[in-house]
């Protein structure tokens, strides 16, 4: 069993579309996360999300936004899509403040 | 703000030698964990060592250790044995609560 695991892995699109990005975990953490990773590999944060509280990333355009239906999933939802969106997303999930993060295995999103 | 610095964008070290990957980071707090992450050609990021801010033992897991310096705010990832397999970005990330920070990474390459 996947502990955290995204859909797509790969996904090309072209600029002015909608796309999402599901995440799903089964590790029963409470708090999941979206990065993002750049062409040049740095890693940024976009969200945390639990049951209580969403933290987001001050510099995340508001075309951004998490959606969770429940724990175990957090969705990202991305409108009007721009070039400047190519990257590697990953979802991540931990457990309360004592554990390290897991990582899904990445969407690569291309928007041509 | 947590901030984690990654001063090496390169490292190479010859295969069965021994290298280290340097780790600053800055916090006011005495509360928190320190990791490093491995992320190969594969792009899963993978858990490579965690270390508890108030343990002073360093953590060691097989060929991989650290040199925690809590004091110097330092927290260096050794590698010993290296072998073609550790060849990959390695993410130094610190946790504070449910909030973890990365730094931009270093590119290991393994000789044969």
């Known amino acids: 069993d996947t502990a955290v695991s995204q859909t797509p892995k790969y996904l090309v699109t072209q600029m002015g579309n909608d796309k999402s990005i599901k995440c799903e975990q089964n590790?029963?953490?409470?708090?999941m996360y979206w990065y993002k990773q750049d062409s040049k590999k740095f890693l940024k944060i976009m969200f945390s999300?639990?049951?209580?509280?969403?933290?987001i990333n001050e510099t995340v355009p508001n075309r951004f936004s998490p959606k969770s239906p429940d724990k175990a999933h957090l969705n990202l939802h991305i409108n009007s899509l721009e070039l400047g969106d190519s990257a590697v997303y990953f979802c991540?999930?931990?457990?309360?403040?004592?554990?390290?993060?897991?990582f899904g295995q990445g969407t690569r999103l291309t928007v041509v | 703000a947590q901030t984690v610095t990654q001063s090496q964008p390169e490292m190479s070290v010859q295969e069965a030698e021994t290298v280290t990957l340097s780790c600053t980071y800055d916090?006011?707090?005495?509360?928190?964990?320190l990791f490093w992450y491995k992320q190969p050609p594969s792009r899963q990021m993978i858990l490579v060592i965690r270390?508890?801010?108030?343990?002073?033992q360093n953590a060691t897991e097989n060929r991989f250790s650290v040199n925690f310096q809590k004091a110097a705010k330092s927290f260096s990832l050794k590698i010993s044995d290296s072998q073609l397999g550790d060849a990959a970005m390695y993410f130094c990330?610190?946790?504070?609560?449910?909030?973890?920070?990365f730094g931009t990474g270093t590119s290991l390459t393994v000789i044969p």
């Open positions: 999300y639990n049951n209580k509280e969403l933290i």
């Open positions: 916090t006011s707090e005495s509360d928190y964990y």
């Open positions: 991540a999930s931990s457990r309360g403040d004592v554990t390290e993060a897991f």
């Open positions: 270390q508890e801010a108030y343990k002073q």
């Open positions: 590790l029963g953490h409470d708090t």
């Open positions: 990330a610190y946790r504070r609560r449910n909030q973890f920070y």
